[in-house]
T-cell receptor, first 112, second 115 residues
Framework: QKEVEQDPGPLSVPEGAIVSLNCTYSNSAFQYFMWYRQYSRKGPELLMYTYSSGNKEDGRFTAQVDKSSKYISLFIRDSQPSDSATYLCAMSILTGRRALTFGSGTRLQVQP | DTAVSQTPKYLVTQMGNDKSIKCEQNLGHDTMYWYKQDSKKFLKIMFSYNNKELIINETVPNRFSPKSPDKAHLNLHINSLELGDSAVYFC??????????????FGAGTRLSVL
């Protein structure tokens, strides 16, 4: 079993839809939770990060962390064709081994 | 200005050859990483260096040897390339001071194809 599980999709939605992307994890030591967006043939770029449980909003994007359920989500409101990309969740512990553990990524296609 | 830059962007080579990938960051970060992304887009840590010191060395064949001449540079040398080494290799960097969030910035990747 992988430490971080993510539905690979692909997920296809019409423009303007609300998108929900999710990851589950098994390591309770994870404290930082991130979402990266990766366009085709590009490097991952950080969208949002959250420390411990709670919500964080940035424009059309909202990240949620529920540590009790070991479940994180990214919501995209009013999705745009430019949001079409692979979304990767990533997690790390606070101290010690400072490397990100990634989910396998969800490919999102927003249809105009 | 590119924050994390890798060269080359593409690398096509024959099995058995030795090749190097270079990475430089101008963000003033103290830690640099190499990740491997396989054909299913799964990103996995290979190595990390903090101020030129090897911190993480995952279960990677010893044909892979990272070298960090200074904290702004991290190179990856691969000996005796095999077909299974074909992947996209990403360099990343972050600041890992006490209490700092582990925000890693990635380069554009090096797409390695071993024929």
């Amino acid at each position: 079993q992988k430490e971080v599980e993510q539905d690979p999709g692909p997920l296809s939605v019409p423009e303007g839809a609300i998108v929900s992307l999710n990851c589950t994890y098994s390591n309770s030591a994870f404290q930082y939770f991130m979402w990266y967006r990766q366009y085709s043939r590009k490097g991952p770029e950080l969208l949002m990060y959250t420390y411990s449980s709670g919500n964080k909003e940035d424009g059309r994007f909202t990240a949620q962390v529920d540590k009790s359920s070991k479940y994180i989500s990214l919501f995209i409101r009013d999705s745009q064709p430019s949001d079409s990309a692979t979304y990767l969740c990533a997690m790390s512990i606070l101290t010690g081994r400072r490397a990100l553990t990634f989910g396998s990524g969800t490919r999102l296609q927003v249809q105009p | 200005d590119t924050a994390v830059s890798q060269t080359p962007k593409y690398l096509v080579t024959q099995m058995g050859n030795d090749k190097s990938i270079k990475c430089e960051q101008n963000l003033g970060h103290d830690t640099m990483y190499w990740y491997k992304q396989d054909s299913k887009k799964f990103l996995k840590i290979m190595f990390s260096y903090n101020n030129k010191e090897l911190i993480i060395n995952e279960t990677v064949p010893n044909r892979f040897s990272p070298k960090s001449p200074d904290k702004a540079h991290l190179n990856l040398h691969i000996n005796s390339l095999e077909l299974g080494d074909s992947a996209v290799y990403f360099c990343a960097s972050s600041f890992t001071g006490a209490g700092a969030p582990d925000i890693q910035y990635f380069g554009a990747g090096t797409r390695l194809s071993v024929l």
